[in-house]
């Protein structure tokens, strides 16, 4: 019986253990997350998701209260489409969190950023330019295209110096979506080092519409790699979204995967960037309490545990801290809604919206609680203390059972004696 550890990732002269850990943004998938996984011989992701934030947290800059202070006179007004991002402060905040993650980096596997594409922020060309560029500039191993998948983004660093250099992959749900991909890109000569093929049962957004149920990771990912093999391309293959145990990866990899990517299992360990209160609340949720629904402004379906205080709130838009999703006309679905709401309750001190969500304010506060489907399961990984709290995971533990275990198996971890105790 084979477990993981009996394959290899292959990225150019990178020999690696196939498992990749998703970009959970915003600073979910921490930079200590993704510094272990490349410890340990894998490959992890930062997330380039709302940086500005993520730096004023990291490193004690002031990006986001400088944005807001310079539109503030702008807050009450429905038209966003003066709230611009400053191109040289998104430079220099992607900088410093890429350089400083990559100054700790240690083992023999790969830090990439996981970069959102429909993170818009009233400009998405330029400011798609500047994330791509500056990441390569500050060292990163690789770039992942996630979230939206812009046609044009490899165009946008052709001229970039570490454009054949860096690894560069993309996410795709479908092989149509990876068909438009390569025949956009064909004149560059330059394919992706890998493809994520990300599947129904993924958290977050989704490339399926509300009908996800009826497809299977498995049949996407053979009917793209028949396609890959009749044009012969080789191009790694990454499955991702509902892969559980080392066994469900064997699966894929026994079938001509390259690796695969997975994020759930890592949502509760000790390196994760969510607050430990929250990752409490991921061990609760029952298979019941996870939903897809349609409140992200995006457009996309999102997955999510239906306890998401970020749910139904009626935050006034942020958009002058953040407007991380003002399209390139400076519009956003939940400010319409918002406005919406405020208009048909005028007596109202605070609204509630349910059908969208201001969904930059509530992930940086992390108060939309994005899963997989099989977060559930969660549970199951580890060990329940006397007070009924779970026992937080190492990012090694979960590593090592994806790479080791067998038969369907998880491997616990053992019980920690209390602090103090």
Known sequence: ???????????????????????????????DLALEAARLGGVGHISDAMIKTVTD???????????????????????????????GDLAEATRLHVEHTMSRKTGSGLVFINCMEKLT?????????????????????GITLAAGLHLGSFALIEQHPRFRDAKLGIIVSSLRA????????????????????????????????????????ATIVA????????????????PAGGIFTGTDAVSY???????????????????????????????KADEDDIEVNQISPTGYPMRMIKASPGIGDGIRPNCEAYGYLLDANGKCAYIDAW??????????????????TCLCTHMRNFAIWTCGQTAWRLKDTSVQRGDGSYQLLSAEHVFRDYQFSTGAKIALPELEAAAGG
């Open 223 to 238: 009917e793209i790699r028949a396609w890959l093999a009749q044009e012969q391309l080789d191009i790694p293959l990454i």
């Open 178 to 217: 990876l068909q438009l991909f390569l025949k956009k890109n064909a004149r560059l000569n330059r394919l992706p080092d890998y493809v994520v093929v990300e599947g129904p049962l993924a958290g977050g957004h989704l490339g399926f519409g509300m009908d996800w149920a009826q497809y299977d990771l």
């Open 1 to 31: 019986m084979k477990a993981l550890d009996d394959f290899r990732l292959r990225l150019g002269r990178h020999e690696l253990v196939p498992i990749m850990i998703g970009g959970m943004g915003v600073d979910i998938s921490s930079s």
């Open 253 to 283: 990899l026994e079938t001509g995967s390259a690796a695969v990517q997975v994020a759930t299992r890592f949502t509760v360990a000790k390196e994760c960037g969510l607050p430990a209160k929250v990752q409490q609340e991921y061990f």
């Open 57 to 87: 947290r990291r490193y004690k800059t002031k990006y986001v209260k400088a944005k807001q202070a310079q539109y503030k006179y702008n807050v009450d007004s429905p038209d966003k489409s003066a709230v611009k991002f400053n191109l």
């Open 121 to 141: 922020m009233n400009a998405p060309k330029e400011t798609l330019a500047v994330r791509l560029a500056s990441a390569l500039d500050a060292g990163i191993d």
């Open 339 to 356: 406005n919406r709401e405020v208009a048909a309750h005028p007596e109202a001190k605070r609204v509630s919206v349910m059908d969208k």
